[in-house]
């Protein structure tokens, strides 16, 4: 069995126009072999999570640097759910405080990249995570 | 600039230094194989007067005050006055931000900078729905007039300048100030300030754009036209090359591609049936301070330079002040780190530094703890100190252009200001900046990514982050934005709402929709329209409908 490429969705919920972590992350993960969507700027948390299933992605990356994360990240992984796709794995990545990180977390949020993480610990933490969530490769697959 | 006899002895001479040098690397290498700049401008080991053996002192360097304007735009500089010390700041509610104005203005800062909200910035007021979340964050939340009159409270605007960091729906905004003058008594013509007004920058790199680039461009032109009639002292713009480095663009692509924005909206209001020397004096421009010491000095000498030239020679502009690049800066927020942050400090006293010696007009300097949060009553005190130690204390301010006659440096301005020419050049031949925003998106986003392998590879070296790491204290009293902002605004709105004469809201929205899809000049509906508070939602809906929304290009 030939093996798939991960997929990731790379979206920036809000009204935030700083993209330049999600662009520069979005080409790390393609020069890393996976297959990345990016959304573009002032996506709702339904058009990421419409996005999301549309594209068939095991990852949903989120990048914010508003502030407006507690409220806009734990909306996705909610409507992730609510289509039961809760086995897409969501991390985020921005200017998030501390103490909003263990809140992220309980929200479903898997980790939170923020400012001078190298693109290689993410690479690698994907990597490891969609390994543990999809043994067996891309779930819509079979069903296609 | 040197005598051919000197120069051909000078040449001898660094022959023989040549040969003395490679010895000495063949014995010692070198801490790297090769050096360069940011923008990839190979840094040789000495530069002599062979280096600028081709520079015309008075061609291309001339006197501060006079055309290129290489040294400078006053011809005394800060002997006469210091450069504006400007933070840019705004959160919450106008009242908190109010609040932190008089306290800047309270500790010697000279101007006022505001920022806004994202939905103030987009033209949505704080009760839509795509405003959740948002209310107040990045800046302080404006609705209406009514926001307006209090963000100035006890202000008097016809002792401040004010700079508003505000761009799609910048016409309301300049209206609202106007507006809130002439409740103080303050008539326009007395009024000193900035509005960003750079649309072309959102497309590029900064992406608060509401509209299309055409009626975009047309609010432009009626900002113009209005102001160089009745609020003659105001910048009606401030072309960015800023956000574009932010975006992670070099040094060279963001003076080529704020000079192409420049070019685009002069070649608009010419136009729009403009006079150049009409509308040109009040341009003003805006950039990054960067890292790269004397890069960045010989950027904005090559921009001072290139402007003028572009506007005596393309636009055949007469008035001297039309060819002066007057400008702002602000530090790099890019080059803050999260961790280590009190190391931050030096790193934007540095890039101050550099500004300075470039011949800025205003400064903001980053505070420490902003790569973690919007910056606390301390942090932003100890970055205007910064401003000061450089002004009063280390005597840099004492003549003209220091650095002026410096082969590194007069050999890395004409280099910055070729590549510059060339990038321009492309884009003209792509139809001008608005038709080259996916070039210069792709350009910036290539060079950003570069930046960051630099880093991972330890190539560049960032302390803190892959260098001299260790474990550092986070920064305490980090500012909160108080969560209920969004609630007292909606709460504001709807009292305004129900307060109001809304027949008389009804009939001025009307008024501009009329108005929009005719070439009557806007600003005059928009002052009516904010006086009768209109609220800027219901302002930039009824512009929506007229001119339709800019959809983003995805470039990656």
């Given at each position: 069995?030939s093996?798939?490429?991960?997929?990731?969705?790379?979206?920036?919920?809000?009204?935030?126009?700083?993209?330049?972590g999600?662009?520069?992350?979005a080409q790390?993960?393609?020069?890393?072999?996976?297959?990345v969507?990016?959304t573009?700027l002032?996506?709702?948390?339904?058009?990421?999570?419409?996005?999301?299933?549309?594209?068939?992605?095991?990852?949903v990356?989120?990048?914010?640097?508003?502030?407006?994360?507690m409220?806009l990240?734990?909306?996705?992984v909610?409507?992730?759910?609510?289509?039961g796709?809760?086995?897409?794995?969501?991390v985020?990545?921005?200017i998030i405080p501390d103490?909003?990180?263990?809140?992220?977390?309980?929200?479903g949020?898997?980790?939170i990249f923020?400012?001078?993480?190298?693109?290689?610990?993410?690479?690698?933490?994907?990597?490891?995570?969609v390994?543990?969530r999809?043994?067996?490769?891309r779930?819509?697959?079979?069903?296609d | 600039m040197?005598?051919?006899?000197k120069?051909?002895?000078?040449r001898a001479?660094?022959r023989?230094y040549?040969?003395?040098?490679?010895?000495?690397?063949?014995?010692?290498?070198?801490?790297q194989?090769?050096?360069?700049t940011?923008?990839?401008?190979?840094?040789?080991?000495?530069y002599?007067p062979?280096?600028?053996?081709?520079?015309?002192y008075?061609?291309?360097l001339?006197?501060?005050?006079s055309?290129?304007?290489?040294r400078?735009?006053q011809?005394?500089?800060?002997?006469?006055?210091?450069?504006?010390?400007?933070q840019?700041?705004?959160f919450?509610?106008?009242?908190?931000?109010?609040?932190r104005?008089?306290?800047?203005?309270?500790?010697?800062?000279t101007g006022?900078?505001?920022?806004?909200?994202?939905p103030?910035?987009?033209g949505?007021?704080?009760?839509?729905?795509?405003?959740?979340?948002e209310?107040?964050k990045?800046?302080?939340?404006?609705?209406?007039?009514?926001?307006m009159?209090t963000?100035?409270?006890?202000?008097?605007l016809?002792?401040?300048?004010?700079?508003?960091?505000?761009?799609a729906?910048?016409?309301?905004?300049?209206?609202m100030?106007?507006a809130?003058a002439?409740?103080?008594?303050v008539?326009?013509?007395k009024?000193?300030?900035t509005?960003?007004?750079?649309?072309?920058?959102?497309y590029?790199?900064?992406g608060?754009?509401?509209f299309?680039?055409?009626?975009?461009?047309?609010?432009?032109t009626?900002?113009?036209?209005?102001?160089s009639?009745?609020?003659?002292?105001?910048?009606t713009?401030?072309?960015?090359?800023?956000?574009?480095?932010?975006?992670?663009?070099t040094?060279?692509?963001?003076?080529?591609?704020t000079?192409?924005?420049?070019?685009?909206?002069?070649?608009?209001?010419?136009?729009?049936g403009l006079?150049?020397?009409?509308?040109?004096?009040?341009?003003?421009?805006f950039?990054?301070a960067?890292?790269n010491?004397?890069e960045?000095?010989?950027?904005f000498r090559a921009?001072r330079?290139l402007?003028?030239r572009i506007?005596?020679?393309r636009f055949?502009a007469?008035n001297?002040?039309?060819?002066?690049l007057?400008f702002?800066?602000q530090?790099?927020?890019?080059?803050?780190?999260?961790?280590?942050?009190?190391v931050n400090?030096?790193?934007?006293?540095f890039?101050?530094l550099?500004?300075?010696?470039?011949?800025t007009q205003?400064?903001h300097?980053?505070s420490y703890d902003?790569?973690?949060a919007?910056?606390?009553?301390?942090s932003?005190?100890?970055?205007?100190?910064?401003?000061?130690v450089?002004?009063?204390?280390i005597?840099?301010?004492?003549?003209?252009?220091?650095?002026?006659?410096?082969?590194?440096?007069?050999?890395?301005?004409?280099?910055i200001?070729e590549?510059a020419?060339?990038?321009i050049k492309?884009?003209?031949e792509l139809g001008?900046a608005?038709e080259?925003i996916?070039?210069?998106?792709?350009e910036?986003?290539?060079?950003?990514y570069r930046?960051?392998?630099d880093?991972?590879?330890?190539?560049?070296v960032?302390?803190?982050?892959n260098k001299?790491?260790?474990?550092y204290?986070k920064?305490?009293n980090?500012?909160?934005?108080?969560?209920?902002?969004a609630?007292?605004?909606?709460?504001?709105?709807?009292?305004?709402?129900?307060?109001?004469?809304?027949?008389?809201v009804?009939k001025?929205?009307?008024n501009l929709?009329?108005?929009a899809s005719t070439?009557?000049n806007?600003?005059?509906l928009?002052?009516?329209?904010?006086?009768?508070?209109?609220?800027l939602g219901e302002i930039c809906d009824?512009?929506r409908?007229?001119?339709?929304?800019y959809r983003?290009?995805?470039v990656?």
């Amino acid at each position: 069995m030939s093996e798939r490429p991960i997929r990731v969705l790379v979206a920036k919920p809000g009204l935030d126009g700083h993209d330049r972590g999600a662009k520069v992350i979005a080409q790390a993960l393609r020069d890393a072999g996976m297959e990345v969507i990016y959304t573009g700027l002032r996506q709702t948390p339904e058009q990421i999570v419409e996005a999301a299933l549309q594209e068939d992605v095991q990852v949903v990356g989120l990048s914010i640097l508003s502030g407006a994360h507690m409220h806009l990240f734990p909306a996705v992984v909610e409507g992730l759910r609510a289509q039961g796709a809760d086995d897409i794995l969501v991390v985020g990545g921005g200017i998030i405080p501390d103490e909003d990180i263990p809140l992220l977390k309980e929200a479903g949020i898997a980790e939170i990249f923020g400012p001078g993480t190298p693109t290689t610990e993410i690479i690698r933490f994907i990597r490891e995570e969609v390994a543990k969530r999809f043994p067996k490769g891309r779930e819509n697959d079979d069903k296609d | 600039m040197f005598e051919k006899e000197k120069l051909e002895s000078i040449r001898a001479a660094t022959r023989e230094y040549q040969e003395r040098l490679e010895a000495q690397v063949k014995k010692r290498p070198e801490r790297q194989a090769s050096f360069a700049t940011d923008s990839g401008i190979e840094i040789k080991t000495l530069y002599t007067p062979e280096d600028i053996a081709d520079l015309d002192y008075e061609r291309d360097l001339g006197f501060p005050g006079s055309y290129p304007f290489t040294r400078g735009v006053q011809p005394n500089m800060y002997r006469g006055r210091l450069w504006t010390m400007r933070q840019y700041a705004g959160f919450g509610t106008a009242e908190e931000t109010n609040a932190r104005f008089r306290y800047l203005l309270e500790q010697g800062q000279t101007g006022l900078s505001v920022a806004f909200d994202l939905p103030t910035q987009i033209g949505y007021d704080s009760d839509h729905p795509l405003a959740r979340g948002e209310v107040g964050k990045v800046g302080v939340a404006i609705d209406s007039l009514e926001d307006m009159e209090t963000l100035f409270e006890g202000i008097p605007l016809d002792k401040v300048s004010t700079s508003m960091t505000i761009n799609a729906p910048a016409a309301v905004l300049l209206a609202m100030y106007i507006a809130v003058a002439e409740k103080q008594g303050v008539t326009p013509d007395k009024l000193n300030g900035t509005i960003q007004n750079d649309i072309l920058k959102e497309y590029i790199a900064r992406g608060t754009y509401i509209f299309p680039p055409g009626p975009s461009m047309r609010l432009i032109t009626d900002i113009f036209a209005y102001c160089s009639k009745n609020v003659p002292s105001w910048n009606t713009i401030s072309i960015s090359g800023y956000h574009i480095r932010e975006a992670g663009s070099t040094a060279v692509q963001e003076v080529a591609f704020t000079l192409a924005d420049g070019i685009a909206y002069v070649q608009a209001a010419i136009d729009a049936g403009l006079n150049v020397d009409d509308f040109a004096p009040r341009l003003s421009f805006f950039f990054n301070a960067h890292l790269n010491f004397f890069e960045e000095i010989a950027k904005f000498r090559a921009a001072r330079r290139l402007w003028a030239r572009i506007m005596k020679e393309r636009f055949g502009a007469k008035n001297p002040r039309s060819w002066m690049l007057r400008f702002h800066t602000q530090t790099a927020g890019c080059s803050l780190t999260a961790q280590q942050p009190m190391v931050n400090i030096m790193r934007t006293a540095f890039e101050a530094l550099s500004a300075v010696l470039g011949g800025t007009q205003s400064l903001h300097t980053n505070s420490y703890d902003e790569a973690l949060a919007l910056p606390s009553d301390e942090s932003v005190l100890i970055a205007l100190r910064t401003q000061q130690v450089i002004g009063y204390e280390i005597g840099v301010t004492d003549t003209v252009d220091p650095l002026g006659g410096s082969y590194y440096i007069e050999s890395l301005t004409n280099e910055i200001e070729e590549k510059a020419m060339a990038y321009i050049k492309k884009i003209d031949e792509l139809g001008g900046a608005p038709e080259a925003i996916e070039f210069m998106q792709k350009e910036i986003k290539d060079s950003a990514y570069r930046y960051q392998m630099d880093i991972e590879s330890g190539k560049k070296v960032v302390i803190g982050i892959n260098k001299f790491q260790m474990a550092y204290e986070k920064p305490k009293n980090l500012l909160k934005v108080d969560p209920a902002v969004a609630e007292r605004q909606t709460a504001k709105l709807r009292a305004l709402k129900a307060r109001r004469d809304n027949q008389k809201v009804k009939k001025v929205l009307s008024n501009l929709r009329e108005a929009a899809s005719t070439k009557e000049n806007l600003m005059p509906l928009f002052i009516d329209a904010v006086k009768a508070y209109a609220t800027l939602g219901e302002i930039c809906d009824t512009l929506r409908e007229v001119f339709g929304e800019y959809r983003q290009q995805i470039v990656f």
